[in-house]
């Protein structure tokens, strides 16, 4: 009878299910950038439930503790300090805009937590402000300099920036006179707004005008974007236009400024093109992943990798995901995006 006891109680602890395997994840359920945060939300969760269907992390349940940062940085500051402190996770994979991700940076330096942010790129060249950050989102200076073989061929020389608030524009700004400064243009004009959205950006429209420049390049988003090609059309003004992700690309995607509105623009194709995860995606919800979904679903997947391979903690979780070859030495995934022209309405390849 004792010995039966203790067969009964070793098979149940060997039937019993492990402990899951527990991330942490930063993102904006609400805010400006909620529409990010949604998506990036969503990728997560379809690769968590393609791994646990597969068994797991070596027989482990993966699990993913969902926090709002509610587009705040102090928020986004409680929220992963009590994602650090209260659950113990070793990676968090967040951060839907700038304001967001540079808090929490020196937080899980400190607590030395992998951070992997799938919506902002890298805002400062050359540098990396943690060993602990990696981004599965392109650098903005990449992305920039996508649009180098067009400012050459169309000898687009004298350009003016329209850009929002913080270090995200900022960015785009800094790579652009990088760019003319190899390209033999300059920049004559830079229209800073005060905040991330919502600018008035009336008076700046008109003295663009005034300057007839080459092309404008918009670091803004979405709303600014609609107002000031709006203000654009009301001037009959139509100058070439260039835009990173967000913003314009994604105001013309929605329908917010038509196609048919747009004389000659150059973008940057911030969808998908793995037709494999978008198939995925569609048949769960229905419809297209948007904007940030595939870099948060790769996030998770490379995190669920470095588990597979016998990381335990934040340090072994980092020096896979370094050794891995996803990401160069600035934690910045080693992907370009794809460039197309939207010229009297028809969209087209670069």
């Given amino acids: 009878m004792k010995y039966a006891l203790l067969l009964l109680v070793f098979l149940v602890a060997c039937t019993t299910p492990q402990d899951s395997i527990k991330v942490g994840s930063v993102l904006s359920s609400t805010g400006y950038a909620s529409l990010y945060g949604e998506n990036s939300q969503k990728g997560i969760q379809l690769a968590v439930e393609e791994i646990n269907a597969q068994g797991g992390i070596n027989g482990r349940p993966l699990e993913v503790i969902f926090e709002d940062d509610a587009t705040n940085g102090k928020t986004a500051v409680t929220a992963a300090t009590k994602l650090i402190e209260q659950d113990k996770v070793s990676v968090i994979i967040g951060g839907s805009w700038d304001l ?9 330096d ?49 350009v003016v920036i329209f850009r929002n608030g913080g270090t ?48 404008v390049f918009f670091a803004v988003n979405n709303g600014d974007a609609v107002s000031v090609m709006k203000k654009f059309r009301e001037l009959d003004f139509s100058p070439v236009v260039f835009s ?7 105001a013309i995607r929605r329908g917010q400024i038509p196609s048919a509105d747009v004389r000659e623009a150059y ?38 990798d470095a588990y597979r391979s016998g990381a335990t903690d934040g340090e072994s979780v980092r020096a896979y995901l370094e050794n891995s070859g996803a990401f160069d030495s600035y934690g910045d995934i080693k992907t370009k995006d794809g460039v197309y022209s939207v010229i009297n309405g028809e969209r087209e390849p670069v």
């Fill in 100 to 108: 967001s991700v540079e808090p929490i940076v020196p937080i899980a």
């Fill in 267 to 304: 973008l940057i194709d911030s969808l998908s093109d793995d037709a494999d995860f978008v198939q995925k995606f569609e048949k769960k919800h229905g419809k297209q992943p948007g904007i940030t979904a595939d870099a948060a679903y790769l996030a998770m997947k490379l995190v669920a």
């Fill in 110 to 158: 400190q607590a030395k937590v992998v951070f992997i942010t799938p919506s902002t790129g890298n805002t400062e060249h050359e540098k990396r402000s943690s060993p602990y950050l990696f981004r599965t989102w392109s650098s903005i200076e990449s992305k920039v300099y996508q649009f180098k073989p067009v400012f050459e061929k169309h000898n687009f020389k004298r």
């Fill in 244 to 250: 990173t992700d967000g913003g314009m690309e994604d």
């Fill in 168 to 215: 995200w524009a900022l960015a785009h700004k800094t790579a652009l006179v990088r760019l003319l400064n190899e390209t033999g243009g300059e920049l004559v004009a830079d229209f800073e707004g005060v905040q991330v959205d919502g600018n008035d950006f009336a008076t700046q429209i008109v003295q663009a005008k005034e300057l007839a420049p080459d092309a």
